[in-house]
């Protein structure tokens, strides 16, 4: 009998989660003090290799942020290959350095997605076919001097078609954008939850990559099925400290891709370090770990278990666009996350266009893993309480009735954010039939989604002048406080939306 696959001993997954839970009695039983003079730095800088700056003048699309958000990533068999100014365009409103702000401990250089503490984990790579003005290879994107370095020359797409067992939309795919996450950075504050920010960090980034591709008219296919080590060595990543978490496929290509490389030397290649130390949190490697596909058999399993999730629940429903024709740019350049919100309404209009634009389906033919429930505030034409978002038919439905500010500030870690907010969205989800159905790779999928929904509530927030901000929250209190509709049910992410105080939209 040959042994089961870590990705399905899912008792792995319920030790990690269960023991990343934030209660009252857990930030009191373990306080953390940052450790200033070891801060990792946000940027992962190669020292040997020469920068080939991106083009920086690309003109803006002009297409309305609302629409783009919306537009799901349909397949298509139009031939596109993106030329340098559309591989930079997508980079920088993705990942790029959108702000720079000075305060007395120094200087944050914020990024166009949102990130948990600012600490922006997250690296892209490119990985090409020979492009107008860029020879294929493997590259580095650097947000701090808007530049790709070049890790490995000649086309390595074989490598990803070979990992993700045949993936249609990576076969066809010029470039392809991996993201791959390192521990330290975010661990640093968040110690061992930071594989749950993984997902909603990655999530925030994804959300402008799939609006920006869409106003270019550049399919983008998100892929979480591949080998994970794979991936991992044609990057050269040390595992240990940063790995691959999703990967996206970008345009099409009709030619066949040629096959893999026999052999991916090591590249050793020299990084500043991060910190004057680093310290390691096994139960990161862990988690992920035992959501690592191990080889093409498993990404087979994994495919075949999202198609038969059959068509998504969202196809056909109508999806609000009015209220904002602002275009996608210029609504990422003035995205931040909402420090205060006024304790005024939105309109229920409002509330619609954000739901409606941000849960269109991400896996084409398969329904999303979170469920939504709302604490509403202060929404005009809805009473103030509790409800349950039917993603389906975008209806609302009664939970129940009261002003729940004060516990919207408790479940949202006792912020004021939530209870100042017009509605908090929570992401719950049902993680038994999830883990059951695609192993703990489907831990990942779920906190991924969250990210990638949230990350669009950002923009179509931002879109209609409004505000917004991720939040982290007490676990069980926000299933409690749900019950009985979310019995059973884990919390996985919360925004809240509002008005804004200035100069936030
Ligand atoms: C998943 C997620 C959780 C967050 N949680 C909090 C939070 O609990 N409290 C808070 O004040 N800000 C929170 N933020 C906002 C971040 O601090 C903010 O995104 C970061 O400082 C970058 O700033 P920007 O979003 O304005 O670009 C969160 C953001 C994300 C993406």
Known sequence: MTPASANRDIARTWTYHNATKHSEWSLRASPHYLDWSNQPMPLKIYTTIEAIPLPRDAEQTGIAALSAIAASSAATDIERIPRLEDLARVLYFSAGITKKKIYTGGEIYFRAASCTGALYEFELYLVCSDLPELKAGVYHFGPGDFALRLLRVGDHRGVLVHATAGEPSIVHAPAIIVCAGTYWRNAWKYRTRTYRHFGWDNGTILANMLAMSAALQMPAKIVLGFVDSEVNALLDLDTSREVAFSVVSLGRLSGETPAAARELPKLNLPTVPLSPSEVDYPELREIHEAS?????????????????????????RRVRLSGSTDPIEQVILRRGSSRKFERQSITLDQLLTILTTSTQPIW??????????LIVNAVDGLAPGAYYYHVATADLELLKEGNFRNKASHLGLQQDLPGHA?????????LDPILNTFGNRGYRAAQLEAGILGGKMYLAAYALHLGATGLTFFDDDVTEFFSPHAAGKSAIFLMALGKGRKPDQ
């Not at 690592?292 to 056909?316: D, I, K, P």
């Not at 017009?422 to 049902?430: E, I, K, P, W, Y």
Request: hydrophobic share 40%; charged share 25%.
């Open 292 to 316: 690592s596909l191990e080889n093409r058999e498993e990404v087979a399993e994994w495919r075949s278990a999202l198609s038969q999730r059959g068509e998504a629940e969202t196809e056909g």
């Open 364 to 373: 084409p033919g398969f329904s999303l893993l979170n469920n939504l429930y």
């Open 422 to 430: 017009a509605a908090d969205v929570f992401f719950l989800a049902s």
